[in-house]
Every structure is written in structure tokens, then in C-alpha cells.
T-cell receptor, first 115, second 114 residues
């Protein structure tokens, strides 16, 4: 089992719809969760991060976390063609009991928003 | 504020040559990460430093790869000798604080080994 798994894409939604991106992780000790967006040929760009169970909203983006189910998701409301990109889920793990940990990334989900 | 700065942006070289990639983290950040990204393997962590000290180099593929961070504002990733399978995009990222803080990525170096 991969440490961080994302729903296999590509995901295609019409403009204006809600895009739902899902991610599961295997390490129950993980504390912090990040969503990055990566346009083709560009570097990953941070969208949101979440630490606590529940929802966190930022504009059209909502991150949802359920630690009991080891599940994190990203909802994009009113999807726009400019949202078309690869979305990477990343989960932090601590190094040997310290707080200076690393991120483990999922394989990414390709999202296409068509007009 | 300046972001993470990587150089060169593109590198094309022949197999067997030494390749050196450079990274300047965001000022004030205390952790630095080197990643490699390919279509087949996705984004892989190679090595990371905290306060200039290597913490985890388990992702370094083999002895041909080495990384240094001589000071808080500069790091290098070296491949010697290079092989065609090393062709990938190499990203450097930096972070302030602990693992609950986000990492910020540079624009990457696209490396092609012929």
C-alpha cells in the first residue's frame, strides 16, 4: 500500500461544477496535510493546508480532514478552466520523534475543467 | 520577497558528465528539500536538511548523487557520473519552522542526460 494515495484521474468536470479530489494516507501519526496545485511545466504551488478534523474554507476551495478514516479531500466550487492542473496531496511525517519532518506526496490527480 | 531560486533552469549534458544543481532557499527558512519528479515515479524526496544538517538522505538513489548545504542560503545537488535515467525535473523547496508548516518550491531544473 502506498503511503499517500489519490483518486486516479484524470477528472473532468464542466465549468461551474464542484470538483472533488480525494486522498488517503497510511500513517496514523500524520498531523499536517497539504494540497498543492501544479500546472504543466511549472512547480507545485501551495493551495491549502489543514491540521484539524473538519472543514477549512478559503475562497472557492474547501479542505476536509477525517483523521479516523485517514482521509483528506479538496473541493473546488464553481470550477473554472484555469483550475485545470494536477493536484498533489501531501502528508507530513516527523523524523524520529522530532518536529522537523518531511512531506510524502501522492501521485497527483489531473483535473480538467471544460467550458 | 524572493522565492526559492534554482539554477540552472535547464541543463542538457552527455552521459558521464558531472552535473551540479544549485538552490538558494527563502531567507529565514531553516529546512531545505531536494525532490526529483518524473512521469513514472511522481515527486520523490531525495534529501532534506534542517539548519544546514542533512536529516534524511534515504531517497538519494545511489552513490552517484550527493548534496551539500554549506550555509543557510545555498545548497547543491551533484550527480557524478550522470546517466540517462537521471533525466527528470529537480525541485528544491524550503520551509520555515516545523513539519506543520508548508514547503515552498523553486521553479525547478529540467535535466536531460543524453
Amino acid at each position: 500500500q502506498k503511503e499517500v494515495e489519490q483518486n486516479s484521474g484524470p477528472l473532468s468536470v464542466p465549468e461551474g461544477a464542484i470538483a472533488s479530489l480525494n486522498c488517503t494516507y497510511s500513517d496514523r501519526g500524520s498531523q499536517s496535510f497539504f494540497w498543492y496545485r501544479q500546472y504543466s511545466g511549472k512547480s507545485p504551488e501551495l493551495i491549502m493546508f489543514i491540521y484539524s478534523n473538519g472543514d477549512k474554507e478559503d475562497g472557492r476551495f474547501t479542505a476536509q480532514l477525517n483523521k479516523a478514516s485517514q482521509y483528506v479531500s479538496l473541493l473546488i466550487r464553481d470550477s473554472q478552466p484555469s483550475d485545470s492542473a494536477t493536484y498533489l496531496c501531501a502528508v507530513s511525517t516527523n523524523a524520529g520523534g522530532t518536529s522537523y519532518g518531511k512531506l510524502t506526496f501522492g501521485q497527483g490527480t489531473i483535473l480538467t475543467v471544460h467550458p | 520577497d524572493a522565492g526559492v531560486i534554482q539554477s540552472p533552469r535547464h541543463e542538457v549534458t552527455e552521459m558521464g558528465q558531472e552535473v551540479t544543481l544549485r538552490c538558494k532557499p527563502i531567507s529565514g527558512h531553516n529546512s531545505l528539500f531536494w525532490y526529483r519528479q518524473t512521469m513514472m515515479r511522481g515527486l520523490e524526496l531525495l534529501i532534506y536538511f534542517n539548519n544546514n544538517v542533512p536529516i534524511d538522505d534515504s531517497g538519494m538513489p545511489e552513490d552517484r548523487f550527493s548534496a551539500k548545504m554549506p550555509n543557510a542560503s545555498f545548497s547543491t545537488l551533484k550527480i557524478q557520473p550522470s546517466e540517462p535515467r537521471d533525466s527528470a525535473v529537480y525541485f528544491c523547496a524550503s520551509r520555515w519552522g516545523f513539519s506543520n508548516q508548508p514547503q515552498h518550491f523553486g521553479d525547478g531544473t529540467r535535466l536531460s542526460i543524453l
